[in-house]
């Protein structure tokens, strides 16, 4: 059994969690309340305040910060977490922040994600997994992200707005309302631009499952319906097409309204 791997002027707390195979760099600082699984490698600087959780084979790069406290005013120190899944890459100068109580107590990160430099993922988020955040993006608190979104640089979510799916949202968006499943949106305010095409293609999406979803979002954007007799449309569609079924479920759970 392999021993982590701790530069001298780390400073690691002797009650940190961390497992074999782990790299911490210099000068780096992991509180006792961090759990490190095997395979992760923290970079310089990088400051991991907790409790906060990170999953195997996980890449932390320098002066990132990961854990630390919610930029909420109503946070008054009590006990929350920050719990990241397994081969996330966290870029430079990152910050991913724990939740505060006035939601679940924890900010939660999936599978296989990157976060570029300068990414910031605010208190209570909720991200699943394939999730690329560009250069600066950044995300308000309580925002949920599904799997294999992709936000541009620049892109910048409003607190509590879901972004769907396999959506895309284009470079300097500004997110204010939910973002449906497979949508590419841009702009300021972000308005839709048309299915996320290519994104599917490249996800094995088959032909006619992207020939429903443009039909799917003409009936949502382009035919003057309510969006209640769109989504039902949509669900008449998902007979056929099952991959229709997120979208109009997504829509009919809106809260925020969507983005038009």
């Known amino acids: 059994m392999s021993q982590p791997r701790i530069h001298p002027t780390a400073v690691v707390d002797p009650a940190a969690a961390v497992a074999e195979d782990v790299q911490i760099g210099p000068y780096a600082i992991v509180d006792a309340a961090v759990e490190l699984a095997r395979g992760c490698i923290i970079g310089p600087h990088a400051v991991l305040r907790g409790p906060t959780r990170i999953g195997a084979g996980t890449r ?30 966290i870029r430079e100068c990152a910050t991913i922040h724990r939740g505060t ?10 599978d296989d994600n990157l976060f570029m430099a300068y990414t910031h993922v605010a208190h209570d988020c909720v991200i699943g997994n394939h999730v690329i955040m560009a250069n600066a993006a950044s995300l308000g608190g309580h925002v949920q992200v599904q799997d294999w979104a992709i936000l541009g640089g620049f892109c910048i979510v409003h607190q509590f707005c879901r972004i769907g799916a396999h959506s895309f949202s284009a470079m300097g968006s500004v997110v204010t309302k939910d973002v449906p499943p497979y949508l590419t949106i841009g702009g300021h305010p972000a308005q839709p631009r048309g299915i996320n095409a290519e ?11 992207i020939a429903a979803l443009r039909r799917a979002y003409r009936l ?4 003057n319906l309510k969006l209640v007799d769109a989504v039902e449309q949509i669900r008449v ?24």
């Open 237 to 260: 569609l998902a007979d056929a097409h099952p991959e229709l079924m997120p979208l109009a479920d997504f829509v009919a759970d809106s809260t925020r309204s969507i983005v038009r």
């Open 199 to 209: 994104g599917l293609r490249r996800r094995a999406f088959s032909a006619a499952a």
């Open 220 to 223: 949502l954007y382009l035919g």
């Open 60 to 89: 932390v790069y320098q002066f990132a910060s990961v854990g630390e406290e919610p930029q909420d005013k109503k946070y008054a120190g009590e006990a929350t977490s920050l719990v990241i899944g397994a081969r996330n890459v």
């Open 101 to 110: 109580v006035q939601d679940n107590r924890e900010t939660r990160i999936g």
